[in-house]
Every structure is written in structure tokens, then in C-alpha cells.
């Protein structure tokens, strides 16, 4: 297996600074490490990005995530391991992720449930994280980045 091509914000140096710093701000609003890479993990696999999911698996494990939860977070809502509100950021995610799948892509009942659980930081902060990922799970899987590849 072989990649198209570098990753274009590798390609293009001066993308991959104001990216970081996306992902930076994430980090900076009050959710939960595990909950925003929960959010990453299961963005990605339902984008099909296998260099995501293989990265996003292991910045998990490195941010004390158990084997339990990595394996069943693409079944989150049949498994025990997660909590209430790791499931609303879950939903929310796959919601904000599967956009035509709907009429009302994210529903009043996700957003108001979600905004049970965060306020309007750490809204924003897990939305960031779901659109940074998006745009990296579209860059790699385009380019066909290979599993592993970066570390």
C-alpha cells in the first residue's frame, strides 16, 4: 500500500501551523482528554480514515484509555463503558459528522442535549474537534495516508 501523495498539510507548510492551533484550542476549554479523543476516534471511523483511527487509538491509550473503551467506542450506545456525558459528545459527533443523512443534520434534541452536559466553551471546543478531524480524516483518506505512517 502506498500514499497518493504527503499529506497537503504537510505539502503545504504554512496550513499545518493554523491547524495545530485548532487542535491546541480544543484542549484549552474545560472537555474532558479522553471525551475529545473519544470524539476523534469515532469521527474517523465512521470517515473510514485508517490513519486516524490508528493515531487517534494511540494518543487514546497515551491519555490513560482503556482496551475496553477503544474497542467498543464504534458501539458506544451497546456498551457500559462510557459515560453519560461522553455518550452526548459521542452523538453529537456523529451527528455533526453525517450531515446529509438527515434533513436537520444536528436536531434540537442532540444540540439540547449536548448543552446539558457542556457550556458554551466547551461546545465549541468539541465542534472544532469535530471539524479539525473531519478536515484531517478528508485530507488523508483523499491522499490515502497509510496507517502508521506518521509515528
Avoid at 472537555?31 to 483511527?53: D, F, M, P, Y
Amino acid at each position: 500500500m502506498q500514499s497518493r501523495m504527503k499529506n497537503p498539510a504537510v505539502v503545504l507548510p504554512a496550513a499545518m501551523g493554523p491547524i495545530q492551533e485548532l487542535l491546541k484550542a480544543t484542549q484549552s476549554a474545560g472537555v474532558e482528554a479522553q471525551t475529545l479523543e473519544l470524539v476523534h476516534l469515532r469521527v474517523s471511523q465512521i470517515n473510514g480514515c485508517s490513519a486516524c483511527v490508528d493515531g487517534g487509538a494511540k494518543t487514546a491509550r497515551k491519555a490513560g484509555m482503556s482496551d475496553e473503551r477503544l474497542a467498543t467506542v464504534a458501539a458506544w450506545r451497546e456498551a457500559p463503558y462510557f459515560t453519560d456525558e461522553e455518550r452526548t459528545a459521542l452523538e453529537l459527533a456523529e451527528a455533526a459528522t453525517r450531515l446529509a443523512d438527515r434533513p436537520d443534520a444536528v436536531g434540537d434534541e442532540v444540540w439540547d442535549r449536548a448543552a446539558t452536559y457542556f457550556d458554551e466553551k466547551q461546545l465549541a471546543a468539541l465542534i472544532l474537534m469535530i471539524g479539525v478531524t473531519n478536515l484531517f480524516n478528508r485530507l488523508n483518506a483523499t491522499t490515502r495516508q497509510i496507517a502508521g505512517a506518521w509515528g
